[in-house]
């Protein structure tokens, strides 16, 4: 039987850091540098496991959203966006948030990426209607219209990477934001064309 090593033994220098006074959110800074480190270096090969086929998966998935971003109006028969949200449509600011995904490496920025769309999303929802909290019926067609408009490639790669190298890691708030963001690009896959 493997018996996992203790955590000390998998992060020598914690210990050290902590002697030496480091602080828990300098111990995280150090973490989150050497996570960056690392996956710089193996980015492309956990990003595409499968190699050309996750490349193509996610070329076709790029093709269809363009094709619907074509159509798609914040009154699409899937969306039916509530006319009240449309003055921020199509809401630019979200849009620049999440085609950023890419130039990120980690799954941690990754994830911050799409957490820094949907709470504006959120505040832009809000700020429509000042008179009730934007409730997930309102906010899932919302994500869905940015998703397309911004059409960001290696959209399935991105989920899968995600959630294979954090997905334990994913608690609160980042949780939820990840699972609509993640429902909404399952729920683009079976979208089509007609309006």
Known sequence: MI???????????TTLFRSQGASKSQLEEARKAVERSIMSKIYIHA??????????????????IGKLSKVIT???KDLRIPEI??????WPSAQAEIITINAYKTPCDKLQCVVRCC???????????????????????VLVFVVIKANPGSLLSTVQYVNSFYHKQLNGEDEYWWTQFSSAVEFIKTMDYTE
């Open 85 to 90: 949200y449309y003055y921020e449509s199509p």
């Open 3 to 13: 018996r996992r090593p203790p955590r000390s033994t998998l992060f020598p220098y």
């Open 119 to 141: 709470t504006t999303i959120m505040n832009l929802l809000r700020m429509a209607n000042e008179k009730s909290v934007p409730a997930a019926d309102d906010f899932i067609p």
């Open 47 to 64: 990003l595409y496991p499968n190699g050309d086929g996750d490349v193509h998966r996610d070329q076709v998935l790029r093709e269809h």
């Open 74 to 76: 914040p009154n699409h």
